[in-house]
C-alpha cells in the first residue's frame, strides 16, 4: 500500500487497473482517502465505479438490525 500511495496518481492507477478486483478493493481501502480519490480519478471511469461500488458494499455491516 506504502508503495503505491508514494507513486503518482496517474502511474498508481494503472497499476491498481491491472490488479484482481478484490485485491484493489483492499489496497485502496488502506490508502488515505485523499490519495485513494486522486488514483481513482486517474482510472478508466467503469473500472473506478466498479472498485468505488465495491469499496462501498464492503464497509455496510452485514447485519443492519433489519429483520
Not at 507513486?7 to 490508502?31: N, Q
Amino acid at each position: 500500500v506504502k508503495m503505491v500511495e508514494s507513486m503518482r496518481s496517474g502511474e498508481a492507477a494503472a497499476v491498481v487497473t491491472e490488479l484482481p478486483i478484490d485485491l484493489a478493493v483492499e489496497v485502496l481501502d488502506e490508502m488515505k482517502a485523499s490519495k485513494a480519490g486522486k488514483l481513482l480519478a486517474k482510472m478508466e471511469a467503469t473500472k473506478a465505479a466498479l472498485l468505488a461500488e465495491k469499496m462501498a458494499n464492503k464497509a455496510q455491516p452485514l447485519n443492519s438490525g433489519a429483520e
